[in-house]
């Protein structure tokens, strides 16, 4: 499964941005999909994930209530609405794919996209 990550840009604080995964793999629904971030000198760490149908999510407790996972199984593609935006939400965000949906670490996840810069200023 190839994943290419986007939707990455400046905004200030309180602002919104929306991030895409878009996958290459046609049964993409049968992965589970995962958001995870890095900020620098930091390690990689879990923000949502959502099961292959849609049905599941769960959220780091950190970005519950601003951000949501959501994705169109037609298009391939997995959609982070990030709401309410803090500096401290700046990272590069990553997305990965994984035929188990119950994963939080990084080493878990076999798929991986090239990140995408998200800089928050105060």
């Known amino acids: 499964v190839q994943l290419q990550a986007s939707g990455g840009g400046l905004v200030q604080a309180g602002g919104s941005l929306r991030l895409s995964c878009i996958a290459s793999e046609r049964t993409f629904s049968s992965y589970a999909t995962a958001w995870f971030r890095q900020a620098p000198g930091k390690e990689r760490e879990f923000v949502v994930r959502i099961s292959g149908s849609g049905l599941t999510t769960y959220y780091a407790d950190s970005v519950k209530g601003r951000f949501t996972i959501s994705r169109d199984n037609a298009k391939n593609t997995v959609y982070l609405q990030m709401n309410s935006l803090e500096p401290e939400d700046t990272a590069v965000y990553y997305c990965?794919?994984?035929?188990?949906?119950?994963?939080?670490?990084?080493?878990?996840?076999?798929?991986w996209g090239r990140g995408t810069q998200v800089t928050v200023s105060s």
């Open positions: 990965a794919a994984s035929p188990r949906y119950d994963l939080g670490r990084p080493a878990e996840y076999s798929y």
